[in-house]
């Protein structure tokens, strides 16, 4: 999405931002989401330290008659992500704008 003095420009996308714990399904609940013939596999392992070290996005099936963007992050927790850090990503991610948060 294109910026204009640091306000995001509208976009015709639904954006979803899945944030939670470790291990509490983000991953998996994207993928049941996901248009598979547009988007590839999330990575998705019963792991303690947590699988999904960036915020990835994905395209999902249509919202509301929009095309729905599918953004994963990493869980709370995850061994190689610090709170710091995570809290950035999703920092970033809402200030590109959101327009739902699933928890």
Avoid: N, W
């Avoid at 999405?1 to 994207?30: A, M, T």
């Avoid at 927790?77 to 970033?92: H, K, P």
């Amino acid at each position: 999405q294109s910026q204009d003095g640091g306000h995001p420009q509208p976009s015709d996308d639904f954006v979803v931002l899945f944030v939670g714990e470790c291990g509490d399904g983000k991953s998996s609940l994207v993928d049941a989401l996901r248009d598979p013939s547009q988007s590839e596999q999330p990575a998705i392992a019963k792991c303690a330290g947590g699988v999904t070290k960036e915020v990835r996005g994905y395209v999902g099936l249509p919202i509301g008659g929009r095309q729905a963007i599918l953004l994963d992050t990493p869980g709370m927790g995850d061994a190689d992500v610090s709170v710091g850090t995570l809290i950035s990503l999703i920092e970033s991610a809402l200030l590109h704008g959101v327009d739902a948060l699933v928890v």
